[in-house]
């Protein structure tokens, strides 16, 4: 209890300091000084406490990639254990010494062709502390360790990777467009050419930048053939080969091998969620459409989920912890026998909603919880179906020859109207998936190109 008192002492203090909004030199510490063209280093006083945590109220923001950044001074603390980096806007960035010495930028320490580390773990000090810091030209800190091994760091790079509440918020917004437009049946279907998605950097920039926000788009102008989602897939990278083959043909077959290949209606469903990963876009191109029946039916899953759990916690909470059973068996692209365990929502550490796993076709009858959870459990989804059915949360639509759908499997939930079977077959729609990491690494290439244009 005693030892924790102290922690607690001393870090307040250290808290205290980094928050101070003016720097005051006096007998316990000193602060480097920049001097163009020197690399300065001096011993500094070391302060002992629990680890510096950043308020969000009282960060600032920190613009992450490409930001300017020029260091007013640098100095270290708690033993050396980690290093203050005083920006010139006034901010300022705690860096653990642990963290620096794992991230040398040094070619012994990383392989700048690959963007890689180099520096084995097993290597590593965990408790490693700076002997000599310094800075150069403000554009650099630079770091003498225990066995003299020296790193640089240029500011830029160190102000990207701050770790104040704030600026990790800004990075991670960078790096997954984590942003959310929830919509219901009001959906104002983004649409693009298609043509133009395929051509222009700035056009695919914003379609799956569009994708990821409202997670759905709508492509016009393809060809009423065969073979147009394959482009798509060439210009994310390539598409998900799965047992029904890198595409597939939705139209009415003879012994259909899954409940898409019928006529019949088609409830609100992900694609897949008897793989343990499933894909995260989804293709459906139109190259034939019937002329009554047919209508394409769209849900926002994330949105409904939202709803659920404030008008009905308790079903959120079971939807979110009850792993239920999935299973497809039978012979496409190759023979299959596929089984998964999925919850219906799936949510992240921070209880917000990240992906929706529900098909009822390839629900198995294998159900592997107690049986006296079963009928609260249906109870839960049946209200959650219910939800996605309201005429106020689903969109409607009927697509036309020539365009393709692309849109999130893990969020949007979709679903077919009947259409009656006729002698010929009436409505042809060829689909194919992608993963959210294919998508992902195009998207951040693309922005990097668009951006470096303007």
Same mark, same amino acid.
């Given at each position: ?52 945590q950043h308020s969000s109220r009282i960060a600032q923001p920190v613009q992450a990639f490409g930001v300017s ?102 990075? $991670? ?48 102008? /393809? ?27 939705? $139209? ?7 409940? /898409? ?142 365009e393709i759908v692309v849109f999130d499997n893990w969020r949007l939930l979709h679903g077919r109207q009947s259409? $009656? ?12 998936? /992608? ?20």
């Amino acid at each position: 209890m005693k030892i924790n008192q102290e922690k607690a002492k001393m870090w307040t203090a250290v808290a205290k300091y980094l928050l101070r909004p003016k720097i005051h030199q006096d007998c316990s510490r000193t602060l480097l000084q920049a001097q163009k063209g020197k690399f300065n280093h001096r011993r500094h006083f070391s302060l002992s406490g629990r680890p510096w945590q950043h308020s969000s109220r009282i960060a600032q923001p920190v613009q992450a990639f490409g930001v300017s950044a020029a260091i007013q001074n640098v100095e270290t603390l708690e033993a050396n254990q980690f290093i203050c980096v005083h920006w010139e806007d006034g901010s300022k960035s705690l860096y653990p010494s642990v963290w620096l010495r794992d991230n040398c930028q040094c070619p012994d320490c990383f392989l700048h062709s690959a963007k890689a580390r180099k520096l084995l773990l097993e290597n590593l000090d965990v408790n490693i502390w700076a002997k000599y810091v310094g800075m150069t030209e403000r554009k650099k800190v630079c770091i003498i360790w225990p066995d003299d091994h020296t790193s640089e760091f240029e500011a830029e790079w160190l102000k990207e990777r701050c770790f104040s509440e704030q600026a990790r918020a800004n990075v $991670q917004e960078e790096l997954f467009l984590s942003e959310r437009r929830y919509w219901g049946s009001d959906l104002q279907l983004p649409t693009m050419a298609f043509e133009e998605v395929l051509h222009s950097d700035e056009s695919a920039y914003k379609w799956l930048v569009t994708l990821k926000k409202v997670g759905i788009v709508l492509l016009t102008g /393809a060809a009423n053939r065969q073979g147009e989602v394959l482009k798509l897939g060439q210009r994310i990278g390539f598409l998900r080969l799965t047992f029904y083959g890198p595409t597939w043909q939705v $139209q009415d077959k003879v012994d259909a091998n899954n409940v /898409a290949y019928t006529t019949e209606k088609l409830s609100f469903h992900t694609d897949y969620p008897v793989l343990q990963f499933p894909p995260g876009i989804q293709f459906l191109h139109c190259i034939k459409q019937t002329p009554t029946g047919g209508e394409s039916e769209v849900v926002d899953g994330f949105h409904v989920a939202n709803k659920l759990k404030e008008v009905n916690p308790q079903a959120f909470q079971i939807l979110t912890s009850t792993f239920v059973d999935f299973t497809d068996v039978g012979v496409d692209y190759c023979d299959f026998s596929m089984q998964s365990k999925q919850r219906i929502i799936d949510v992240d550490e921070k209880g917000q909603v990240i992906r929706i796993n529900f098909n009822n076709a390839t629900r198995d009858t294998i159900f592997d919880i107690p049986a006296e959870k079963v009928k609260p459990f249906y109870a839960a989804l049946k209200e959650y179906v219910n939800l996605l059915n309201s005429a106020d949360n689903k969109y409607i639509y009927k697509m036309k020859p020539g365009e393709i759908v692309v849109f999130d499997n893990w969020r949007l939930l979709h679903g077919r109207q009947s259409y $009656q079977a006729g002698t010929e077959i009436s409505r042809h729609l060829e689909g194919a998936y /992608a993963d959210w990491d294919v998508v992902m690494s195009r998207l951040r290439i693309l922005r990097k190109n668009v951006l470096s244009r303007k």
